[in-house]
């Protein structure tokens, strides 16, 4: 009679673990999911905060020169008090806090910051890629800060060598264009799930004139 409660007790034990593992599986998967939206939220506030700063300093930012010649801005980012306090500058480029790399820079008279999502890897023939790329970030991009500085960007750009995907904001979108005004979410995700990891580069880039 103990001999079977004994058996008894063993497999309910068993049964109990295995609820227990399944139980704590799930949990991690869901504290993880929890941080790394709470992470996102966070680095995109952060870059809320970072443009509002651009904007306010847009005119001593841009550049005179009407060539496509890319002059850096870290270095006066930096020194005008934008830079958010958990990046990380390294010569004319920002970590963020997801580690994605973020360049400003001025060209033929507009302020522009390019976002390299996941930051990039090159193979023995110099080939770029972007395999840490993530299309929800990208996505996030596009819905809470492209689309809301609309009556103030010049344009928000996707790209992918050797192509581009332009939403124009209110001010410049003529028709026949993509326009942040009336971009739906199938339209960002449409750009941002485009991108080919594992053969080319992709970034984001916020223009502004």
Known sequence: MKQNQ??????????VLAIIAVLSVGGIAGYSKAMRMWKMNKTIG??????????????????EEQTNKQIPLADTVQ?????????????????????????????????????????????????????GFAADFC????????????????????????NNTFFYGAKYCQDGE???PTATLKD??????????KNTDCDVTFEFK
């Open 6 to 15: 004994s058996g008894r007790s063993m497999i309910e034990m068993l049964g």
């Open 46 to 63: 952060e870059y809320s905060m970072l443009f509002a700063g651009l904007l306010e300093h847009l005119d001593s930012l841009r550049s």
């Open 79 to 131: 020194a005008i008090g934008l830079l958010p306090d958990s990046y990380t500058k390294s010569g004319t480029i920002f970590y963020d806090t997801f580690g994605n790399i973020v360049y400003p820079y001025t060209k033929a008279g507009r302020v522009a910051v390019s976002i390299k999502i996941g930051g990039f890897t090159q193979n023995a023939e110099k080939v770029t890629t972007t395999e």
């Open 139 to 162: 996505l996030e991009l596009f819905k809470n800060i492209a689309q809301p500085l609309q009556s103030e960007i010049y344009a928000a750009r996707f790209w992918q060598n050797p």
């Open 178 to 180: 993509k326009c942040l």
């Open 188 to 197: 960002f995700q449409a750009a941002c799930s485009s991108c080919d990891k």
